[in-house]
């Protein structure tokens, strides 16, 4: 049988139409007509006032990080489990991240953990959505109001989706998308900021590109960087917002379709479908070993590659990275769930070309794995 990837995307809407009518009209770049229709678009989606596009979701967070102000002297709390990109944009911007560990039923933020590492120095609370579920914005939102700290948002992985009834991604005072090709709508690659307030716009904008200025274009006050977005990138992304209702309702019927396979299995944790805040969206549909399982992730995953199944391992933590050790970073840190999921967590096919059919293909070769 054919090998599953681990991640597929479905490209059957308008995308065809919107590209060829960037090559008709010989709009290619970040000029052209669909990066703002894409950012109007997606930010009316999410509620918010601006929508700043960029080259990816990673860069997103950089400008996000810097047009808020935090520099040195600056601590950031954040998830350790969660992707560089969060991190690097605090180190970047010479601030020092501070991590907590993760919750060890919705793999996102211990929401608990965050006020004790609250110092005089704290600025920010980077909340991560990771998976499918929200973080628990309320009592985080809480603690942030408390002690004066901002709030910067990355909903890269949650496009769509609400957290008790509104969107997520429009609770940051600035909050990031990305739009990978593994995102549930890509423009292959791509991100974007978005933000209720018109300076912080404006700043995002300057940041993005190159911080020309708009009356002496190449006299410059402060460094940015060239992150445009594409026309031709914007064009996928229009398309691929027309369709994200249906994304998100295949994606949870992906997500169904898998637990009802795999719930009987043993020594499997499987995501969550609901809390008393959220639905899942299973933005991927991750396993985890439990401890009585003879065998980590990584095995897991090999054995499944032999049977032609597609996987990724779950995130690694931020305070065991190398990169960061040798910054002088997170010295005897220890967040015992993230590092256990790390290493025995890994998530399996999830793109949106998935078929039911592959998708029972899946469930078969875990059990035999874990038979
Ligand atoms: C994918 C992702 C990013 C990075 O986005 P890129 O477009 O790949 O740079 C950032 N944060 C989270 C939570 C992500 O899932």
């Known amino acids: 049988m054919a090998f599953i990837p681990v991640n597929e995307p479905a490209l059957n809407g308008n995308e065809k139409k919107y590209l060829l009518e960037c090559l008709d009209t010989g709009w290619i770049s970040s000029e052209g007509p669909f990066v703002q229709r894409f950012e109007t678009e997606f930010a009316q989606r999410v509620g918010r006032s601006h929508g700043i596009s960029v080259a990816n979701g990673s860069a997103a967070l950089d400008v996000a990080v810097v047009a808020l102000g935090l520099g040195p002297g600056d601590e950031v709390i954040l998830p350790t489990f969660t992707i560089i990109s969060c991190a690097a944009a605090i180190v970047r911007a010479g601030a020092t991240p501070v991590v907590v560990d993760a919750d060890p039923h919705t793999w996102n933020m211990a929401v608990d953990q965050v006020e004790a590492r609250i110092t005089p120095r704290t600025r920010a609370i980077m909340a991560v959505h990771i998976y499918g579920l929200p973080v628990d914005m309320a009592p985080l939102l809480d603690i942030a109001q408390r002690h004066h700290l901002t709030m910067l948002e990355d909903a890269a992985?949650?496009?769509?989706?609400?957290?008790?009834?509104?969107?997520?991604?429009?609770?940051?005072?600035?909050?990031?998308?990305?739009?990978?090709?593994?995102?549930?709508?890509?423009?292959?690659?791509?991100?974007?900021?978005?933000?209720?307030?018109?300076?912080?716009?404006?700043?995002?904008?300057?940041?993005?590109?190159?911080?020309?200025?708009?009356?002496?274009?190449?006299?410059?006050?402060?460094?940015?960087?060239?992150?445009?977005?594409g026309n031709l990138q914007a064009a996928l992304g229009v398309a691929q917002l027309?369709?994200?209702?249906?994304?998100?309702?295949?994606?949870?019927?992906?997500?169904?379709?898998?637990?009802?396979?795999?719930?009987?299995?043993?020594?499997?944790?499987?995501?969550?479908?609901?809390?008393?805040?959220?639905?899942?969206?299973?933005?991927?549909?991750?396993?985890?070993?439990?401890?009585?399982?003879?065998?980590?992730?990584?095995?897991?995953?090999?054995?499944?590659?032999?049977?032609?199944i597609g996987t990724r391992p779950f995130f690694w933590p931020m305070h065991e990275q190398p990169v960061l050790h040798k910054m002088g970073l997170f010295a005897g840190d220890k967040h015992p769930v993230a590092e256990r999921l790390a290493r025995r967590g890994f998530y399996i096919p999830s793109g949106l070309a998935l078929t039911d059919a592959q998708i029972d293909q899946v469930i078969a070769s875990v059990k035999e794995v874990m038979a």
Request: hydrophobic share 35%; charged share 25%; aromatic share 12%.
């Open 157 to 229: 992985e949650l496009h769509g989706q609400t957290y008790r009834g509104r969107p997520c991604g429009s609770f940051g005072d600035i909050s990031t998308f990305s739009f990978y090709a593994n995102k549930h709508i890509t423009t292959g690659e791509g991100g974007m900021v978005l933000t209720d307030d018109d300076a912080l716009a404006d700043r995002c904008r300057s940041l993005r590109n190159l911080c020309f200025q708009p009356q002496k274009r190449f006299v410059h006050e402060e460094l940015g960087w060239n992150f445009r977005l």
């Open 242 to 308: 027309e369709q994200l209702n249906t994304f998100l309702a295949r994606k949870r019927a992906m997500g169904q379709r898998y637990t009802e396979g795999l719930k009987g299995v043993a020594g499997l944790q499987l995501p969550l479908a609901t809390t008393d805040y959220a639905d899942n969206g299973y933005w991927v549909y991750g396993l985890v070993l439990d401890a009585a399982v003879p065998f980590d992730a990584a095995e897991a995953m090999q054995r499944l590659k032999a049977k032609g």
